[in-house]
C-alpha cells in the first residue's frame, strides 16, 4: 500500500482486499506492517466481521484504535465482548501523562482511512481507545462489566476524563440512554438492575474519596444519586464534614437531603463552622425546602444583614419554593422596595420572589410596583442593570446555542466579526447602552454597523452595512456581493434596514440571563 505515502492508492487497496478475499482468509494475512494491518483492519470494517477482533492483540496501539472504532462504531456485535475485555489489560498501554498530549504523527495513517465520526474531546489515541472500551462494557451490562467500571474509576494512574465516564456510566445502568455514547446513534439498550451498579460502586468509594481529583469525586457523587445508594450516607456525612473541595462537600450535601434524613440533620449541623461560605449557604437552602417554618427566621435575618449574594441566595430559595412561611417576608422585601429601600442588586429577585409565591396581598403590591416603572423604552427592564453574575453572563455569551453572542461578537481573540467588537465594551458604554443593544438592537446602531436598503434608478437595490460615506458615495458591505460602492447621484431612495442582531433575544433570554448577560458585558474594561 505504498507505505501509506498515497490514499488513493491505499483506499484501492482497501477495497480490492475487501472484494477480493474473505474475512477469514484477511484475518489470517500476516503482516508486520502497520500500515498493511490498518488497511486489513478497515476491510473487515466493510465487511463488518468479527475477525477485527483479532487485531486488538495488536502491540500497535493505533491498529487496535482502529480495530476498536470498527467494533463500536459500526457496530459489529460479535466483536464487543473482546473489546470490552481490554479493560482488564489498561497496563498493556503506555498512559498518557497528560490529558492534553497531541497525537503522534503517525496518527495520519489512522485519520486518513478511518471512516468515523471525528473525535471530540479526547486528544490521545489511549483515549480514543478506552472511551470505546468503556462503552463496550456499558452495553454489555453484565455485573462483571459494572465490576470492571469501578474498578476502572478507582484507578489513580488513569486520565481524569476515563475514569469519571467509567462513573458516569454506572449513574446511567438502570436506565441507559438510547443513543450510543460514542456515535450518537440511536442503538437502545434494556434496563438494568440499579442493584448492580450499587455493589459495584459501593466495592470501590473508598479508593475514590476523598483522594480522587475533584472531577472524579463529583462523577461518583452523581452516580450515588442516580441510582439511589442510600446506605451511602455515613460516607456522604463523613465528605460533608472533611476537606474535599468545596465543590465536592456541596454536592454531598445536597445528595444526601435527596436521601432519608437519617444523618442530614448532621450534615446539616455542621457547615456552620466548617468556614466555608457556600456550605453554610447551602445547608440553609436545604433547610428551607425540608422545613420552611423552621427555616423562616433565619432566611429573614439574612435578608437584614446577610452579603448582597446571600441575599439573592435567599430570594432564589423563596422563589423556588411556595409556602406561606416565606410570603410574609416576600412582602416585606417588595414593601421595602416600593419605598426605595432595596440596593438595585436585588430588585429582580425582589420581583421574583414576590410573583412566584402569589399571594394576593403580594400581587396587589407588584401591580403597584408595575405602575411606578418610568416609561422610558428601558422601563420593563429597569431591574436588570445591576447584581449580575459576571461568569454566568460568559457562558451565555459563549456557549448559549440559542444566542451564540460570540458567532458574530468577539472579545479579546474569541469570537466572530460579523457584529461590533465588544473588547473593552464596559469601559466605552453604560450599562443602559448595553442592555438597550441586547432589547432594543434596532434603537441605535453602532458606527460602522448600520444597515441601509438602498433603491437606485436603474430598478436594483443594495443592502448592507455602511462602511464608509462620503460626499459622493456610500461603501456598503453587502452580505451577497462583498464591498460595493455606490454614487449617491444613483440613488433613488435610502431606508434604514434592521439590525443583523435579532430583537427576540429578549423573549429567548430570562431576566436573570439578561442580567448575567449584563454585568459580564460591563466588565470587559
Not at 488497511?39 to 480495530?67: D, G, H, M, Q
Not at 489498561?90 to 471525528?118: Q, W, Y
Not at 432589547?439 to 464608509?468: D, H, I, Q, R
Not at 430583537?503 to 459580564?520: A, G, P, W
Request: with cysteine; aromatic share 4%; charged share 25%.
Amino acid at each position: 500500500l505504498s507505505a501509506n505515502r498515497d490514499p488513493y492508492l491505499r483506499h484501492a487497496g482497501v477495497m480490492a482486499l475487501a472484494a477480493c478475499a474473505t474475512a477469514e482468509e484477511l484475518a489470517e494475512l500476516q503482516t508486520p506492517s502497520p500500515a498493511s494491518q490498518l488497511a486489513v483492519v478497515v476491510a473487515l470494517r466493510r465487511l463488518e466481521s468479527p475477525y477485527v477482533a483479532k487485531f486488538l492483540a495488536s502491540t500497535n496501539t493505533l491498529v487496535i484504535l482502529e480495530a476498536a472504532r470498527a467494533i463500536n462504531d459500526v457496530p459489529i456485535s460479535g466483536a464487543v465482548p473482546s473489546l470490552a475485555r481490554l479493560i482488564r489489560e489498561v497496563g498493556r498501554f503506555e498512559v498518557p501523562a497528560t490529558n492534553k498530549i497531541e497525537l503522534p504523527a503517525d496518527n495520519a495513517i489512522t485519520a486518513s482511512i478511518s471512516s468515523v465520526v471525528p473525535e471530540t474531546g479526547t486528544t490521545t489515541p489511549f483515549e480514543q481507545l478506552f472511551h470505546r472500551v468503556l462503552n463496550a462494557n456499558f452495553r454489555l451490562g453484565e455485573p462483571q462489566n459494572a465490576d470492571a467500571l469501578a474498578k476502572f474509576a478507582a484507578n489513580p494512574d488513569l486520565p481524569v476524563s476515563l475514569r469519571a465516564e467509567a462513573l458516569h456510566m454506572l449513574g446511567e445502568w438502570p436506565q441507559p440512554s438510547g443513543r450510543d455514547r460514542i456515535v450518537g446513534l440511536w442503538r437502545p439498550l434494556p434496563a438494568r438492575p440499579a442493584e448492580v451498579a450499587q455493589r459495584a460502586l459501593a466495592s470501590r468509594l473508598k479508593a475514590i474519596f476523598p483522594r480522587a481529583p475533584e472531577p472524579v469525586q463529583l462523577a461518583a457523587l452523581q452516580a450515588i444519586e442516580n441510582i439511589s445508594m442510600t446506605q451511602t450516607d455515613s460516607t456522604l456525612l463523613s465528605i460533608v464534614r472533611g476537606s474535599s473541595p468545596a465543590a465536592v462537600r456541596l454536592k454531598a450535601l445536597n445528595t444526601l437531603a435527596n436521601f432519608p434524613p437519617a444523618r442530614l440533620g448532621q450534615a446539616l449541623s455542621f457547615p456552620d463552622t466548617s468556614g466555608l461560605p457556600e456550605l453554610v449557604s447551602e445547608a440553609r437552602l436545604v433547610r428551607a425546602r425540608l422545613d420552611p417554618q423552621g427555616a423562616a427566621p433565619d432566611l429573614a435575618r439574612v435578608l437584614e444583614s446577610g452579603a448582597v449574594h446571600e441575599k439573592q441566595q435567599v430570594l432564589g430559595t423563596i422563589a423556588r419554593i411556595p409556602s406561606r412561611a416565606f410570603s410574609p417576608i416576600a412582602e416585606a422585601q417588595l414593601r421595602k422596595l416600593l419605598n426605595g429601600q432595596v440596593p438595585p442588586e436585588l430588585e429582580l429577585d425582589v420581583l421574583d420572589a414576590a410573583a412566584k409565591q402569589g399571594t394576593p396581598e403580594l400581587l396587589d403590591l407588584l401591580q403597584q410596583y408595575e405602575s411606578t416603572r418610568p416609561k422610558s423604552h428601558l422601563g420593563p427592564f429597569r431591574e436588570v442593570l445591576h447584581g449580575g453574575d459576571a461568569e454566568a453572563g460568559r457562558e451565555i455569551f459563549f456557549e448559549r446555542a440559542e444566542v451564540f453572542c460570540s458567532r458574530c461578537h468577539i472579545i479579546g481573540s474569541e469570537g466572530g466579526l460579523a457584529g461590533p467588537n465588544l473588547t473593552g465594551i464596559g469601559s466605552r458604554q453604560t450599562r443602559e447602552y448595553i442592555l438597550e443593544s441586547i432589547v432594543l438592537p434596532n434603537k441605535e446602531l453602532a458606527k460602522s454597523f448600520e444597515n441601509v436598503l438602498l433603491t437606485l434608478k436603474n430598478g436594483t437595490s443594495v443592502v448592507g452595512a455602511v462602511e464608509k460615506e462620503t460626499s459622493e458615495e456610500l461603501v456598503i458591505n453587502s452580505p451577497e456581493d462583498g464591498e460595493v460602492r455606490v454614487k449617491k447621484s444613483d440613488i433613488k431612495s435610502r431606508e434604514r434596514a434592521l439590525s443583523g442582531m435579532p430583537e427576540e433575544f429578549r423573549q429567548i433570554l430570562s431576566k436573570h440571563d439578561l442580567r448575567n448577560l449584563v454585568e459580564f458585558l460591563a466588565s470587559q474594561k
